[in-house]
């Protein structure tokens, strides 16, 4: 069975960071594309970053220059460092993969960007 694991969410004051993180397990971590989405309240789900098996990264405009995503495969987890962060970055954060013929999600860690 597919799992993941999301930690590291909680409430942060604007301009502070955060790192997330997504343990893996279930599949063979180091041959998978890996993606972190969020969702906010009222809106879509939407594709944060994501890193492939060959380390390969792509951001979503809103968030370039400020978040970075990475992978360690001996741990099989993938992080998001989240810097700078702004209001407009509260959302519940998702892991997710695509294996064995189906999207696996985690359950999600919420962020909340607040004064």
């Known amino acids: 069975q597919v799992r993941l694991v999301e930690s590291g969410g909680g409430l942060v004051q604007p301009g502070g960071s955060l790192r997330l993180s997504c343990v893996a397990s279930?599949?063979?971590?180091?041959?998978?594309?890996m993606n972190w989405y969020r969702q906010s309240p009222g809106k879509q789900r939407e594709l944060v970053a994501n890193i492939t098996s060959e380390h390969n990264r792509n951001y979503v405009d809103s968030v370039k220059d400020r978040f970075t995503i990475s992978r360690d495969n001996v741990r099989t987890t993938m992080y998001l460092h989240m810097n700078n962060l702004t209001p407009d970055d509260t959302a519940v954060y998702y892991c997710n993969t695509y294996a064995r013929g189906y999207q696996v999600w985690g359950r999600g860690t919420q962020v909340t960007v607040s004064s």
């Open positions: 279930g599949i063979n971590f180091k041959l998978y594309t």
